[in-house]
Structure formats: structure tokens, C-alpha cells
């Protein structure tokens, strides 16, 4: 359902009655599934740093988020994520502003083994948002060498509107 108001939308909201207590049925305690076990292979990294070039006027915040390695112990399966993010501008220039976000998720168990990588950067003109986005996965084979089994691209442009 698609609802275009062309301003604010304001719902009705209504107010609590004595008598809804008696009419709702108790929920419980809240559940949830076991703690799954893993053991950690691998400790990650995490930091959030600025850089200011003087010379350039650029700044850039880093976003490390290395979840470093681990196996799921029932299974057997290990799982590596890791995410870095740079977000930057110069000066008063709004349309130096830049986002770039690369992640890595790798899935292995046995002698299967798998790669995902993608990146995403966002930029803008006068008139544009302008998204360019990559999808890479492999199979990791150490004896036979990696194989890119899937890989998309996107270049999108989207009108400012005023923003």
C-alpha cells in the first residue's frame, strides 16, 4: 500500500481504556533461543578515528568493524565479518562529502569454503546523489585457486530535489 499525502501524515491514536487490561491476554516472560556456543578464533578490531588534512581541508572519519573469527561449535562452521567505512568532506564544499563502505563475510566449514565482498560508495553532484555498488562472492580453494561465482555492479543517479 502506497499512502502520498503530500505533507504530514497524522493517525488517530487511541488512549488506553480501564477495561483493556481484562481483554488482552498475558504474553509471558519474554523467550529466547539458547545462547549459541562458538569459540573465537580470531579477536577483531574496532576504532572510529578522524584525520584532518590541513593541506587539503579534507576530513575523514575511519570506522573499523572486525568482528574478527569464529566457529559455531555445533556445526562446525566458521564465520569471519569484517566492515570499514570512510566518511569524509572538504571544507564547506557540500558536494565533497563521500561515503565508502567495503565488507568482507567468509563462510567455511570442511573443505567448503566461501567469500563475500562488497563495496559501496556514495557521492553527490549539484544535482545528484550518485551510488556505485559492487557484489563479489567466491569459492576459496587453497589447491584449484578462488573462483568468482557471482558479481554485480550498480551506478545509480538520484535527483537532489532541492536537498
Known amino acids: 500500500m502506497t ?3 503530500g505533507g504530514t501524515l ?3 491514536v487511541r488512549p488506553p481504556r480501564d477495561e483493556d ?3 488482552l491476554r498475558d504474553l509471558g516472560e519474554p523467550r529466547a533461543a539458547e545462547k549459541l556456543a562458538v569459540t573465537r578464533l580470531r579477536h577483531g578490531e ?3 578515528r578522524t584525520v584532518r588534512d590541513l593541506e587539503s581541508g579534507t576530513s575523514t572519519l575511519e570506522i573499523v568493524d572486525d568482528q574478527g573469527s569464529f566457529r559455531i561449535d ?3 562452521t566458521v564465520v569471519s565479518r569484517a566492515t570499514r567505512e570512510w566518511f569524509s568532506f572538504r571544507g564547506n564544499d ?5 561515503g565508502e563502505t567495503q565488507t568482507v563475510r567468509r563462510y567455511e566449514r570442511d573443505d567448503w569454503r566461501t567469500e563475500v565482498r562488497t563495496r559501496t560508495v556514495l557521492t553527490s553532484t549539484a544535482t545528484d546523489f550518485v551510488i556505485t555498488a559492487d557484489l563479489d562472492a567466491f569459492e576459496l580453494d587453497a589447491a584449484h585457486g578462488d573462483r568468482r561465482v557471482y558479481s554485480q ?3 545509480r543517479r538520484i535527483p537532489r530535489q532541492l536537498v
Open 3 to 5: 499512502v502520498s499525502t
Open 10 to 12: 497524522i493517525l488517530p
Open 21 to 23: 487490561d481484562a481483554r
Open 46 to 48: 574496532h576504532h572510529w
Open 74 to 76: 555445533e556445526i562446525g
Open 94 to 98: 557540500v558536494n565533497s562529502a563521500r
Open 153 to 155: 555492479n550498480w551506478h
